[in-house]
């Protein structure tokens, strides 16, 4: 492939599977709530990436050192992941993934702060865009009564922005952590890791059976987890094999849409027109900060 189709290709591929990944996740989490589903989720996103092993090459530093840093990853990420499972347990997929999905804004600020990336007048404008983008989409303005209350805000948005919060910072940190060791065994013990964190906090914090015997529900999670570490391996072949980062970047970024207009077919979901009008601008954003 050349490197512009394998940069659309991958762009594509991670658009629709991180689109769709959390509107299965959502059908799983309501039966079964949203910890035990995340164990689920992560077993079989470790499983998928397995097999790519063979392509792997580099090596990884698994001193006790850096795997306690990987396991202090593992724990945010989990946490993360917790607290976005937790949102759409109480929320609307539709609403709140649209928010979370704008960390990638913040990490370029974060990036510009403290690692010494550029920032352009034409991303302030994306960063503002989007910041707009999830003033509308946190609120239904139809709710609003006596001016503007904490209790307007629209179920499961706090949660939501901490996630937006958390993987701002997260993300150029491990990035920069990543450095020249292999991503593929990077991301296998780290999924690793993950899934037992998330098993340790179901079991033994939460105190629940891990187990779970409904079909239909295991269906839904193991299509979630496909799709989401599929569009994970999509999306770091595109950056890899490609160096068209900004194609891939861009249309993976439009995922939002995506996830919209899913929940309103399979989720049943209906959002006002004002957070219909939030998503869009969130997404322009996150394609333009994707371009530029």
């Known amino acids: 492939m050349s490197p512009i189709t394998v940069a659309i290709t991958s762009g594509v591929i991670s658009m629709i599977g991180w689109g769709l990944a959390d509107i299965f996740a959502k059908k799983?989490?309501?039966?079964?709530?949203?910890?035990?589903?995340?164990?689920?989720?992560?077993?079989t996103g470790l499983a998928l990436a397995l097999p790519f092993l063979i392509f792997q090459s580099g090596g990884i530093d698994l001193s006790i050192r850096n795997l306690l840093i990987l396991l202090i990853f593992a724990i945010l990420d989990v946490g993360g992941y917790l607290l976005l499972y937790k949102a759409y347990e109480i929320g609307k997929v539709s609403v709140l993934n649209p928010i979370t999905s704008t960390w990638a804004v913040l990490a370029a600020i974060v990036s510009f702060l403290f690692f010494g990336?550029?920032?352009?007048s034409q991303k302030v404008i994306a960063f503002i865009l989007v910041m707009v983008g999830i003033v509308f989409t946190s609120i239904d303005f139809r709710e609003l009564k006596d001016g503007l209350q904490t209790g307007d805000l629209s179920k499961g948005v706090p949660l939501a922005i901490l996630v937006f919060l958390l993987y701002g910072f997260y993300i150029p940190i491990f990035d920069r952590y990543i450095g020249s060791q292999s991503w593929i065994l990077i991301s296998l013990v780290l999924q690793f890791l993950k899934l037992i964190t998330s098993i340790s906090y179901s079991k033994f914090y939460k105190k629940a059976k891990i187990l779970i015997k409904d079909k239909s529900i295991l269906f839904w999670l193991i299509i979630s987890g496909l799709l989401e570490g599929g569009a994970s391996l999509a999306i770091t072949w595109g950056l890899s094999a490609s160096t068209e980062t900004s194609i891939t970047s861009a249309i993976s970024s439009a995922y939002p849409l995506i996830v919209v207009v899913a929940a309103y077919f399979i989720l049943k979901e209906k959002v006002s027109k004002n957070q219909y009008l939030g998503v869009i601008l969130i997404t322009i954003g996150a394609i333009l900060m994707g371009l530029l």
């Open 28 to 43: 799983g989490i309501d039966k079964v709530g949203y910890h035990k589903a995340l164990i689920y989720i992560q077993a």
């Open 117 to 120: 990336e550029s920032f352009t």
